[in-house]
């Protein structure tokens, strides 16, 4: 079973940096995307960032420009480098990983699995 960590929230200052980490634990065969969620209160959880098993990268509007995503696949550890950061940024930020994992007869297990989240709250 993957289980996902985050850590690294807390309590910044408006044009503050932070740096969310998402510790990926458990057998993954192969990576498809890793992705960083967001969802304020009130809101519903949107797309932060997304990560492809092959490098391309995605970004909502909001966000380009001031976050990054990156992945160490040695420590299967992904980032959000999370720069400039706005008071509309608070929210709980998550992480998602999809994946694919194979049966002992060797059928391929398409999975998500997803981390508790952090907190990022962004003072004015």
């Known amino acids: 079973q993957v289980q996902l960590v985050e850590s690294g929230g807390g309590l910044v200052q408006t044009g503050g940096s932070v740096r969310l980490t998402c510790a990926m634990s458990?057998?993954?065969?192969?990576?498809?995307?890793n992705e960083w969620y967001r969802q304020a209160l009130g809101k519903e959880r949107e797309l932060v960032a997304k990560?492809?098993?092959?490098?391309?990268?995605n970004y909502a509007d909001a966000v380009k420009g001031r976050f990054t995503v990156s992945r160490d696949s040695a420590k299967n550890t992904v980032y959000l480098q999370m720069n400039s950061l706005k008071p509309e940024d608070t929210a709980v930020y998550y992480c998602?990983?999809?994946?694919?994992?194979?049966?002992?007869?060797?059928?391929?297990?398409?999975?998500?699995?997803w981390g508790q989240g952090t907190q990022v709250t962004v003072s004015s």
């Open positions: 998602a990983v999809d994946g694919i994992n194979y049966s002992i007869h060797g059928e391929p297990i398409v999975f998500r699995s």
């Open positions: 458990g057998s993954i065969s192969r990576i498809n995307a």
């Open positions: 990560l492809t098993g092959g490098g391309d990268t």
